[in-house]
């Protein structure tokens, strides 16, 4: 069998998004939102609820149960559609961690060292970690080369990961001397890759930090939205007449992007828009957009978390049709590595 040359390979996204607790506007807007247009360009699209990463710290099972259907929910309302994606969850198509092993034995100890996230995560704790969590960026990227996903949509914050999924492909073609594994390309794109805290400008809009107040999460009715941004972190100066205007205004700076990205227009036609504004004025505005985008796609949500039963269907048969695309990759690897596949199914 013939390895296809990386030139060959045809555009496949993949991505991922960890079930751990809710989803938040700073993954609606850095990722889901990119999942649904992409699949509506019709792209080959795989998306993922990556379980077995959010195990690398402690899950309450009953919750992670909750928080993956829920979240399998948020897809489906905002508008991933299972006929046209393949949307299921990680621990179904056991191909990902198979080749996650092999890229534990291709990845180096000092290059999982460097990773921000990790560092981030495990503190000042880090011996206290699990060897999950530092291994997790070789997950990932078997997550995304057991399909030979090419392009990758996220937010800001995975750029290192993506970068070592890319060095894992490398390393891994070189040491066999092949063609096999495609080199991915992250896309990082629209107003909002980076969605920060409505409490404090300088953090990201995280599913894990202790205060809800500075999250929205797809779960938030339309007061509970509404009540988030009026009461988002500002300063009293009115929006300037241009975007470098926003320099040092990291709260200001993240609620205009919000609007944007919202909005579906670039941060300059908000400043546009609202140039010489108070915050009385655009928070308002901006409530108003949030709750029109957002409440839908609760509400819906809500409507599909009726039925868990219907849900766990389409995990299941996006699972079998993941497995069916990742099992002859996985073969393939196998023989690669000198792996011997001699038992009959
Ligand atoms: P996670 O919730 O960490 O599994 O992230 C899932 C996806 O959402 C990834 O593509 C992240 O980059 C993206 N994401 C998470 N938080 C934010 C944020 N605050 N702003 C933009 N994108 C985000
Ligand atoms: N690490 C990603 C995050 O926390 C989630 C993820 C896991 C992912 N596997 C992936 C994203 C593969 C893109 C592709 O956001």
Redesign the pocket.
Known sequence: MNDTPAAQFSKRIF????P?GG??L??Y????KRFVAAQDDGVETIYCL?DL?AITVWQDPAKLRHATREAAAGFLAAGIDPARSILFNQSQVSAHAELAWIFNCVARMGWLRRMTQFKDKAGKHAEEASVGLFAYPNLMAADILVYHATHV??????KQHLELARDIAIKFNHDFGTEFFPVVAPVIEGA?????SLRDGTK????SDPSDQSRINLTDDADAIAQKIRKARTDPEPLPEALDGLEGRAEARNLVNIYAALADISADDVIAQFAGQGFGAFKPALAELAVDKLAPINAEMRRLMRDPAEIDRILGEGAARADAIARPILARTHEIVGLIRSRTP
């Open positions: 991505s991922g998004i960890q751990s989803l938040t700073g993954n807007l850095g990722a889901l990556v990463h949509p996220v937010g800001e914050d995975q909002a890759t980076r969605v920060m990201k809009m995280s599913k």
